[in-house]
């Protein structure tokens, strides 16, 4: 059982968006096919933009979506969401993190980072 949540990295020296941009998703979300090799080895050292790929349904998206949120207040970042998570959280609730152009998520040369989760049971 693993209990981790991964982090996908849009590597700075990339000239794909203006400032780079980090992405969260919850653990066997699939890699995207043009991943780099070459970002730095620890989340701290990422700057720029967040997101999280929406896993779930409605109630597991309203949790990633506040999660997302306070986690970019707390480190300074802007965050965005997936157009997918729109869709589902914008018919009810009055969205303010603007939705990440799938033009960049298509472009990006992502690389998955892990980040334990200290919600697991390994803590209990």
């Given at each position: 059982?693993y209990?981790?949540?991964?982090?996908?990295?849009?590597?700075?020296?990339?000239?794909?968006?203006?400032?780079?941009?980090?992405?969260?998703?919850?653990?066997?979300?699939?890699?995207?096919?043009?991943?780099?090799?070459?970002?730095p080895?620890?989340?701290?050292?990422?700057?720029?933009?967040?997101?999280?790929?929406?896993?779930?349904?409605?109630?597991?998206?309203?949790?990633?979506?506040?999660?997302?949120l306070?986690?970019?207040?707390?480190?300074?970042?802007?965050?965005?969401?997936?157009?997918?998570?729109?869709?589902?959280?914008?018919?009810?609730?009055?969205?303010?993190?603007?939705?990440?152009?799938?033009e960049?998520?298509?472009?990006?040369?992502?690389?998955?980072?892990?980040l334990?989760?200290?919600?697991?049971?390994?803590?209990?």
């Amino acid at each position: 059982f693993y209990s981790g949540l991964d982090l996908l990295a849009l590597c700075p020296d990339h000239n794909v968006v203006s400032s780079p941009v980090a992405i969260f998703c919850l653990a066997g979300t699939p890699v995207h096919p043009n991943a780099s090799d070459s970002c730095p080895k620890h989340p701290a050292s990422l700057s720029g933009t967040w997101t999280i790929y929406p896993d779930g349904r409605f109630g597991n998206q309203m949790g990633q979506y506040a999660t997302l949120l306070a986690l970019a207040q707390l480190n300074g970042r802007q965050a965005f969401i997936q157009p997918a998570m729109h869709a589902v959280l914008a018919p009810v609730f009055r969205i303010t993190l603007p939705v990440l152009a799938p033009e960049v998520d298509r472009h990006a040369p992502w690389r998955e980072l892990e980040l334990h989760d200290w919600m697991s049971e390994d803590y209990a």
